[in-house]
């Protein structure tokens, strides 16, 4: 059975129907209850924005064995993260280090924010990363051993917050770069094949 909706008064001051002592018509509220698309509206602004990818450095897996990887926070300044957000940054000549107790990006490429004007930064200036007590030490301890490097992968937003994708890195000597482009080879032909089969 039809459940008839509920009504509430509307209550209007300087209601001319009011002062003559006639009721204005009711307005029906649904069976559910008031007006949830308010509520909707809300939920979909806090919703995630996701991950979204400003800076790659496509040579790292080419040139060192990557092992363990960690995200850091990163702390730009305002023209920074304006100049990333457009998809300009440079990871190519980059590289992080630990010095006094803090991590550091060096030698990354952020341009000039062509707005920004006199208030702009240094576009190679060194940036601080945000890592916890436990991570900079696990790096620390890594980086120690001959050999071994931390290596910027990327530089992304992940919910509009800027971050910074970590590898611990060992050099490759010259065979296993060959080795390392023979293999990339070998896996394109193997792509290609694959998917010349599915076009017959």
Known sequence: MHE???????????????KSGRLRPLQPIPPSGYDSRTVKAAAKKGEREGVKIVAQNRTASYNYHLLDKFEAGLMLVGTEVKALREGKGSLREAYAEIRGGEAWL?????PEYQPGGFRNHDPLRKRKLLLHRRELERLLVQTQQKGMTIVPLKIYFRDGRAKCELAVGKGKKFHDRRESERQKEAKREADEAIYRSRRR
Not at 4 to 18: E, I, L, Q
Not at 106 to 110: G, S, Y
């Open 106 to 110: 060096v030698n990354c490429h952020i």
């Open 4 to 18: 008839p909706p509920h009504y509430s008064p509307v209550n209007v001051p300087g209601d001319p129907a009011r």
